[in-house]
């Protein structure tokens, strides 16, 4: 299915052919975090995040930073041709959380909010916060104690596009 580019959070990725959303281990997709635009190109930024929505038997990245078998973010060059992953369950319906749009409100959390930044100062020296996540009762989100995920970047990474350096950190108290 052919889509125009748009920047959300949660739902289905729309990505060039050839690009395919990752996935824990064989066949465990990957939930997407966000999409959005940069430059001429697209941002995918994806999470194992099952645990995190309630289920208690799927494996979750830990309190600190998280290997890159729990997360990726990857980048296209290109907003043309993009077409819609889906991922849904066996009966049909979604396996995904429903797709929100992206605006001021939400931006704003793409640039960090002041809670955790003296501990990303003090433990990510050189790093910004590319996207954060915070729980999300409407989704049942919850990453321990008023948790939040962070993906950061160096700036000169962002600039040159290497999305391969991203860390990805939980903080929770």
């Given at each position: ?74 980048y ?41 930044r ?27 104690d ?6 950061l ?18 903080y929770?108290?």
């Amino acid at each position: 299915m052919s889509v125009h580019s748009d920047n959300h959070w949660w739902g289905f990725a729309a990505m060039p052919l050839g690009m395919e959303p990752p996935c824990h281990g064989e066949d465990n997709p990957m939930t997407l975090v966000c999409q959005f635009a940069l430059g001429e190109g697209m941002v995918y930024v994806f999470a194992d995040l099952d645990y995190w929505f309630g289920d208690l038997d799927a494996q979750s990245g830990p309190i600190g930073e998280w290997s890159r078998d729990f997360f990726r973010v990857l980048y296209a060059p290109t907003r043309e041709d993009l077409h819609v992953h889906e991922i849904r369950y066996p009966d049909g319906t979604s396996a995904v959380p429903d797709e929100r749009p992206m605006n001021e409100l939400t931006n704003e959390r793409m640039k960090g909010n002041g809670e955790w930044r003296e501990e990303l100062a003090q433990d990510y020296p050189g790093y910004e916060v590319l996207v954060q996540l915070d729980e999300d009762d409407e989704f049942g989100l919850r990453f321990y104690d008023c948790g939040t995920l962070f993906f950061l970047i160096r700036p000169e990474d962002l600039a040159a596009r290497h999305f391969e350096n991203v860390k990805c950190v939980l903080y929770s108290y």
